[in-house]
Every structure is written in C-alpha cells, then in structure tokens.
C-alpha cells in the first residue's frame, strides 16, 4: 500500500511542465530548490522572478503533517472551517506526549491512559475529515513522514520546526505554526517569503567515526543559529552520492538549528533506493521519470557562485566527529579539541547518560551502526561507565531492529529501550539521577540542546553528537574521549580501542514491522496492529470525541464578527515595555498541555510582558476595580463587563516561533486592537486571520503619550481600506485628548476577515454564500465586547482620511 498515490501520480504527471514554464519565464537555469517552489506556487498565473528575502509568495503545498501537541489547536480551529475533508491529504502522529520512564511497554500504557482524551480527539477528527491517524507507539513524526510520504519534488508543510527531515528525499519541507496548517488544510494559499539559496558544495567520502551528523554540526559551528534565516539550504557536489537518503535527512532535519527554511538534496540513486526498500516502487519509478528535473540544471552546478546567494564549500574527508554544546546546537567542537576545551570551560567531563533517537538520528542506519559500537563492550570486555537510553525513530525501525538483533546488542549493555516517540528530546524524560543539583554531562544524538530542553534540569550540560559518538561516550563516561585514538581499560586491564562503527543503510533482511506479515506491506502491517489508520474518504457519520468537561480540549466558538461599529473607548490592558516575543505572550512550559483548551491556556496572556508603567510582568491595572492583577484577570474582567480593550506595544511585537495561541488569546479575552511600534510579520499575520486589529503607529514616538488611565478608540472602520490609516484616539484620565494616525498593511481579503470574525469565518461564509458579503451574515453570533452605543466622539472626528481615502 502506498499512501497517497493518486496525489503523488497527479502531482509528476505535470511536474516537468511547470519546470519548463518556470525555465522559460525566468529565462535562466534553475536551481532544484526553484524547480519546486514554482511548481508549487498557489496561482500558476502568477509566475515570476520573485525578489529572495523579501517578497511573499502564495504556495499550494502537497499535503500536511501534525504532531499531536501542535495538532490538538490546528484541528480544532480546521472544525470551524465548514469543509468536510482535508483539501489536501494530512497526517497526525501522536509522538510527543509519550513520557520516558522505565521503557517502551509500560510507558506507552501509561501515556495512552494519561492522554487519552487527546488521542481519542485526534483521532476521530482524523477520521471524521480523511486524515491519516498514527497511534502512540507508531514512531516520531518525521521518520514516519520520511518512511511513508515524503516523495521527491514534493512541498509540505508540518506543524513542527524539524519537517525539513523530509528534505533528505528531495521535498521542501517546511515547518509552520498551526494557523498555516489550517490555511493548506482548507485550500487557502500558503505565504511564504520567497527564501535566499545557500548552496552547500560536498566533496569527498566520510570516513572513520565521522558521520552526516557532523557534517551539519560542522556546519552549524560555521553558519551559526541564525547563519539559515529565510533561507533553503540546497545540497549538491559529487559527496552527496556517498551519504545515505536517511543521512541527508539528518542533515536537513537539523538544518532547522540554523534557523533555515528548510535544507533539500536532490534526487539520486540513494532515494531511489530509499524509496524501494521502504515498499514506494510506483514512486521511485515517477521519480526516475522526473529525473532531470529532481535536480538543478547542470549550468548551477558548473557555476554556482551565480546562481546561489551564499556557498558553503564542505570536503567531507575532513570532517571530525564533534560534539555541539552546551545549551546551543552551534557550539561546536571537533571532539578532538574536547579535552582541552572542556575543562578550560568548566564543563563537567563525566558523561553520566548517552540518547541515542530523536527524529535526526532514529534510522536503522543509524541504529546499527550505534549497535556496532555497544557490542563491542561484550566483545572486548570493556563495561559500561554511562547509561545508554535508546528512542527508535519509528515501528518498522524498532520491529527490525529487534528481529536483527540491534536491539539485544543494546540491552546486553544494560541500555533502557523506550517508546518510538520523542520522550526525552522534547522533555518527556523523567530522569532517575541520585542528585538533581549536581553539574552533569549528558550526549545526545537530538537536536536541540538549550538548557533544561531534556530533563528539566538546568545543571545538565547537553551535548549534541552522532548516534555512534554517543554510544562511545556512554561507554567511556567521559566527555573527551576521542574513540578514534584514545583506549579504554577491559576487565584484564588491558588498553584496548574501539573498532569504527560499522552498519547497512537498510536491513540485509528488508523492513517490517509485524511477525506476520500481509502480503499488502507494512503499512497494512501496522494498520493491523493499531499503530496506523489510513485516511477516510466519507467521515459524515464519525462524531469528533471531546470529553465533556476536559481541561485539556474545548471547542472552539467562532469569533464573532464585527458588528458595523467603531471601537470605542477602549481600556488600556497593557503597555507593552521592550522586547514581546510569542513566549511573552503565551508561554510555553508547563501551558502546553492546554495548548487543546483555548479557555484553560488563554490565562497565561501576557504573561511575560513588561508592563511599561511599573517595569514588572504580570502586573497590570484594571480600570474598573483599580486593582493590578495578571493581564489575563484584567481582560477577563473587561470581557465579563461588555468591554473590549486594547494592547499598545513596542518593535517587532510577535517575534518567535509562529504560535497561533498568541493570536488566539487575545481575541478570546477581548482584545480587539494590538497597537505596536512594528510587528513580526508572521504574527501580524496571525493576528489578523484572528479578525484582530493590527495596527501600527504612523510616528512611533506617539507610544510615548499612551497613558495607563487612557480609554482608546480606532475609527474610521467605516472606511476601511487598504493603505487607508484609522485614527487612533487616546482619551486621558483628565479629559485632554490626543489623536494619533494608525498605519496598517490589511488587504482587501484581510479586511473581510476582520469584517467576518476571522480568517476560517469568512472562508466559511464565501464557502457557503459566494453572493452575500462575510460581514452580512445575519445568523452570526454578535461580539459581547462590542461596545454598540453611539459613538459618542463621532462629531469631533475629522471628515475625511488624511490620505484621502474618503469620508470617516
Ligand atoms: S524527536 Fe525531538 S526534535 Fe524530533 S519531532 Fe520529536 S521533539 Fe521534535
């Protein structure tokens, strides 16, 4: 079986015809990552030289994935949508919220109890709107991806940062918050800025104990975090044929450490290879038609320097194994410098724990070559001085690797085989340690390493290294051992020295993942088993389950629309002070578990934010009792007396990871306005496809005559249009007025989303009703904090916009 053929069949049937348009209207080669984004974009119409870095473009992309904690929002938001399927074919795995105990079996039955509400909601959503469900147990998100969908020349999106996995079989794979989920998962176009290109030449064989995994931390040492931003990193040069289609993927999965877009590698031999082994002959074959143009033209690759933004020149002989860290990805070093760089750094040099999974490193490649180093310590006699802790990427990884015996080469260590999920790499480790003060030193093959990120302890130094680096590690207990010179002691207190790592890239034997196995394949296997259900196409009768009285999921309501009026006299909730990212505005930690209960997260609004009158967070005035109070309790209380209110902030308002919750909790508790210095483009985004109000002072110093007693009224909205400013007027505790012009960058399609309540309210109305306008719709639920009294400033307003857009 494979998934989602008719799309994939459909999808190369025109494929080389949008190259070879794309070709002719830029009148120049292309690169590969070029070829699929103007493949891919939203209005064929629309194809031009698009501006790198700067301009945005609308993408169709070929489908989604989900995790189950970013799923949980994305789809309840999608149920208000008014369709009943997917417009393109999706996926939800449920991988993160399994906790790392005691090991697979017991902590799976666990996790499935513990969050059984969440995984009965997702899936019958799933079933309910032909999404493809993987239960707890089935594996991580991205090997799935990669092991079942991912096909090259493909686009995808998926809500989690590390979906450029799927960039080692040849797709722009993207990660994105929900809301841009919920725009592909509907038919709406995906706006992306058009990414720079940094080529990224490979030369040369990897050898000895180096592997793709230092490859991409070498490079984040070079590129540093930030090096990737609003970039694809394209992989090209003869070395490229030497690393393995699981190897690119860890190479791309980490490409997100540098903040790129996504990372890509062309299709050759080893994802045809790849994409047979893993039972998609019919797609290896489409591929194999495409060739020519699963790769750049070959005048990039004979002069790159023109074609590409950036070079990186890597000769792959010379790559060391390297161990990144502490508490950044990019902190590289070679671990042959280790020694003098640990202790000259204070790092703690016992390595009391090796992690060996995560969706980078989970392969069976990887697998065994990390087997081939634990054997060793039977082998030689040598004992282990860490703990090894092992996550296979997936159950066809981890149902092979126990038939191959992988994993009986790690038990026989002592090492801990837990559940095929994330558990530690995205904190679900309950860690068993003697001393929780203690500085301690763990490795790990994950991909993030900021402190606190696996155990929780801000006294652990994790450092990032390859599977079989790792295992090494684990097995000297120390952080400087250089296993390519360096000796350890065996029971005879003979110095002996660990083979290089050795393993196939696929099982001599072929995957599976059942005892029995269906001449259908494996993903019947694991259909089977329960692990996997397949998306339907008629879910009409399915009820999406939502316990009543959960604390965890809430449906969600609509958001009203707007109701004709002005926004009037508006209580201040908070003057933002200084920097206001998405973690200020809905924290993460301990609130992700409601990331499915808007009500229950909606309380940590702001929650970071300096309040600009008194410097502290947390702390704000409400108006109508006098009280300071957390912003969350003021808004509450605006919102439970018919009040609208208004949030005034400083630069680049929304910086951070594209969160829809920090959209979506102001608008539950009744903000209607964000009014800010400037706003990070992607939250803006989001605010408005909320139907809130993005506004920007027109002088920036106009923050300055915002006062902590004001009432605030946008007008204008009448009138609003693009490029047209509303007026803002500050009315102060002492009867003085100030009137400040709002710039703001709506469209006509935005402002029908603020007219209609939301993004998904108007696509819902025009879904239904293509003739009556969003905002006409007479059945809507009306806005309780819409102030509905005469306007009461309406005489003293000026006739007309200031630009001249009309009357007010
Ligand atoms: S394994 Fe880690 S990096 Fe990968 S999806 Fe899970 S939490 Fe994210």
């Known amino acids: ?115 059984r509400e969440v995984y009965d909601f997702l899936q019958s959503v799933s079933r309910k709107y032909g999404i493809g469900f993987w239960a707890p147990g089935a594996g991580i998100i991205h090997q799935v991806v990669l092991e079942n969908y991912a096909f090259p020349g493909g686009m995808m999106v998926g809500t989690d940062s590390h979906t450029p996995n799927a960039g080692g079989l040849g797709m722009v794979a993207v990660g994105v918050g929900g809301a841009d989920a919920v725009d592909v998962l509907t038919g709406m176009p995906w706006e992306l800025k058009m990414p720079r290109l940094i080529g990224v030449h490979l030369t040369g064989r990897l050898s000895g104990w180096a592997s793709s995994k230092d490859v991409i931390l070498e490079i984040l040492g070079r590129l540093t975090v930030k090096g990737g931003t609003n970039a694809i990193l394209e992989y090209f040069g003869e070395g490229t044929a030497t690393i393995s289609a699981t190897g690119k993927a860890t190479i791309c999965n980490m490409g997100a450490e540098l903040g790129a877009t996504c990372s890509l590698f062309a299709y050759d031999e080893r994802a045809d290879e790849y994409l047979r082994k893993t039972g998609r002959t019919e797609v290896a074959a489409l591929a194999a038609r495409n060739a020519d143009e699963l790769r750049a033209d070959g005048e990039v690759y004979a002069d790159p320097a023109t074609f590409y933004d950036q070079l990186v020149e890597i000769d792959l002989s010379q790559v060391e194994p390297h161990l990144n860290g502490p508490f950044t990805p990019d902190a590289a070093t070679p671990i042959s410098q280790m020694r003098a760089k640990g202790p ?70 002592g090492a801990i085989i837990m559940t095929n999920a994330c558990g530690p790499c995205i904190g679900q480790w309950k860690r068993h340690t003697d001393d929780n003060e203690r500085k301690n030193a763990i490795v790990t093959s994950f991909n993030r390493n900021f402190r606190r990120r696996a155990d929780g302890n801000p006294n652990t130094y994790a450092f990032i290294g390859s599977p079989e680096l790792t295992t090494a590690l684990a097995i000297a207990g120390r952080l400087d051992f250089n296993p390519a010179t ?162 005034v902030a ?123 306008q969003p905002h006409q719709q007479p059945h809507q639920p009306t806005d309780p904090t819409s102030p509905r009294t005469p306007n009461p400033l309406k005489g003293a307003l000026p006739s007309t916009c200031s630009q001249g857009c009309g009357p007010l």
Not at 93 to 109: K, N, P, Q, Y
Not at 540 to 566: C, K, M, N, T, Y
């Open 486 to 647: 360096d000796t350890l002691t065996d029971s005879q207190g003979r110095s002996v020295m660990l083979d290089e790592p050795e393993g196939f890239d696929f099982p001599p034997r072929g995957f599976a993942a059942s005892g029995h196995p269906s001449p259908e394949g494996i993903v019947a296997d694991l259909e089977r088993e329960g692990l996997f259900v397949p998306a339907s196409t008629d879910g009409r009768d399915v009820e999406v389950v939502i316990a009543e009285g959960s604390d965890r999921l809430q449906r969600l309501a609509p958001f009203a629309p707007w109701d004709g009026h002005d926004l009037l006299d508006m209580p201040l909730l908070i003057k933002v002070e200084g920097k206001c990212t998405t973690d200020h505005i809905s924290m993460a930690g301990p609130w992700l578990k409601f990331r499915g209960h808007l009500e229950n997260i909606s309380d940590n609004l702001l929650m970071g934010a300096v309040n600009a009158f008194n410097g502290e967070s947390g702390s704000v005035k409400d108006r109508l009792d006098g009280h300071y109070k957390a912003v969350a309790a003021a808004a509450k209380h605006y919102k439970q007396e018919g009040l609208s209110s208004i949030v």
């Open 344 to 413: 000259a750094s204070d790092y703690p040099m016992t390595v009391e724990v090796g992690l060996v999974g995560s969706c980078t490193n989970s392969s069976y490649q990887d697998l065994a070559r990390a087997a081939s180093v634990a054997r060793q310590v039977v082998e030689k006699g040598i004992g282990m001085k860490g703990q090894l802790i092992i996550n296979p990427g997936s159950e066809q990884i981890r149902y092979t690797a126990e038939r191959d015996g992988l994993l009986d080469d790690f038990k026989r260590v």
């Open 1 to 115: 079986m494979i998934l989602d053929i008719e799309m994939i069949r459909s999808f190369y049937a025109s494929y080389s015809d949008r190259v070879a348009q794309a070709r002719a209207v830029l009148k120049r080669p292309l690169t590969y990552a070029e070829k699929v984004l103007m493949a891919h974009l939203f209005d064929p119409a629309q194809l031009r030289p698009y501006k790198r870095g700067e301009e945005y473009v609308d993408f169709r992309p070929d489908r989604v994935a989900m995790q189950d904690a970013t799923a949980q929002m994305a789809l309840l938001q999608f149920m208000n949508a008014g369709k009943s399927q997917v417009a393109v074919p999706a996926s939800v795995h449920c991988d993160h919220l399994i906790r790392a105990d005691v090991g697979a079996g017991r902590d799976l039955a666990a996790a499935r109890e513990t969050n």
């Open 650 to 772: 400083e630069d680049n308002y929304g910086e951070g990871s594209s969160r829809e919750h920090a959209a979506m909790e102001p608008r539950f508790l009744g903000v209607r306005v964000i009014l800010a210095k400037s706003f990070a483009r992607i939250h803006e985004t989001n605010l408005k496809k909320q139907g809130m109000l993005a506004l920007t002072f027109a002088d920036k110093d106009d923050y300055n005559k915002v006062r902590e007693d004001d009432l605030l009224s946008v007008v204008g909205l009448t009138e609003f249009a693009p490029s047209c400013p509303l007026t803002v007027i500050l009315r102060h505790a002492d009867g003085t007025e100030d009137r400040l012009a709002a710039t703001h960058t709506y469209n006509a399609a935005q402002i029908e989303w603020f007219k209609a309540g939301s993004a998904l309210n108007s696509q819902k109305q025009t879904n239904k009703q293509p003739n009556q």
